[in-house]
T-cell receptor, first 116, second 118 residues
Framework: AQKITQTQPGMFVQEKEAVTLDCTYDTSDQSYGLFWYKQPSSGEMIFLIYQGSYDEQNATEGRYSLNFQKARKSANLVISASQLGDSAMYFCAMREGQRNFNKFYFGSGTKLNVKP | EAQVTQNPRYLITVTGKKLTVTCSQNMNHEYMSWYRQDPGLGLRQIYYSMNVEVTDKGDVPEGYKVSRKEKRNFPLILESPSPNQTSLYFC?????????????????FGAGSRLTVL
């Protein structure tokens, strides 16, 4: 089974609107971490936001928030007030807690295009 | 500036010619790891290292070797490259490993190395 599933290969959003990028994960561990990274066309990987499995509050970082629904094993990224510079590939990732706690798993990514 | 430095950034080589991609970090991070990125597959972990002289396989280790003789360096070695190793490679590090419920596990990535094997 896929550890991280991102079901939206590509998405469009109008500038200034909010957008949600979906991510579901699969683990039997109680302790794990969830991450979102942005990859612009220049290729670098930029860390956006982190959520620990024991964190009770959803993580927020500026315009980014992580909608963490533990029972559903989903960790959707919400970008508010989209900007043209948000056009990029977005990757959801997980670091597992016990058995493979040094292994990282990434989804296949979602390409976001922000329209003016 | 805190960073992860990879070299070379671009390389075209031929099948069977051994090559090394270097990775160095200046943040005193304990954990380092290598990934390859292929279209439609996202990033897949090749090898990781918890600390000096401690390395282990990720999901796609075949055809690769690593070593961690110093804390700051974690080179990726392709002993006999093949065309299926054509990919974009990333090195990344984090302060420590093992405590997955901590921001200390956030990975800082290098700029990437695009490798083509003919």
């Amino acid at each position: 089974a896929q550890k991280i599933t991102q079901t939206q290969p590509g998405m469009f959003v109008q500038e200034k609107e909010a957008v949600t990028l979906d991510c579901t994960y699969d683990t039997s561990d109680q302790s794990y971490g969830l991450f979102w990274y942005k990859q612009p066309s220049s290729g670098e990987m930029i860390f956006l936001i982190y959520q620990g499995s024991y964190d009770e509050q959803n993580a927020t970082e500026g315009r980014y928030s992580l909608n963490f629904q533990k029972a559903r094993k989903s960790a959707n990224l919400v970008i508010s007030a989209s900007q043209l510079g948000d056009s990029a590939m977005y990757f959801c990732a997980m670091r597992e807690g016990q058995r493979n706690f040094n292994k990282f798993y990434f989804g296949s990514g979602t390409k976001l295009n922000v329209k003016p | 500036e805190a960073q992860v430095t990879q070299n070379p950034r671009y390389l075209i080589t031929v099948t069977g010619k051994k090559l090394t991609v270097t990775c160095s970090q200046n943040m005193n991070h304990e954990y380092m790891s290598w990934y390859r990125q292929d279209p439609g597959l996202g990033l897949r972990q090749i090898y990781y290292s918890m600390n000096v002289e401690v390395t282990d396989k990720g999901d796609v280790p075949e055809g690769y070797k690593v070593s961690r003789k110093e804390k700051r360096n974690f080179p990726l070695i392709l002993e006999s490259p093949s065309p299926n190793q054509t990919s974009l490679y990333f090195c990344a590090s984090s302060l420590r490993g093992g405590a997955s419920n901590s921001g200390a596990n956030v990975l800082t990535f290098g700029a990437g190395s695009r490798l083509t094997v003919l």
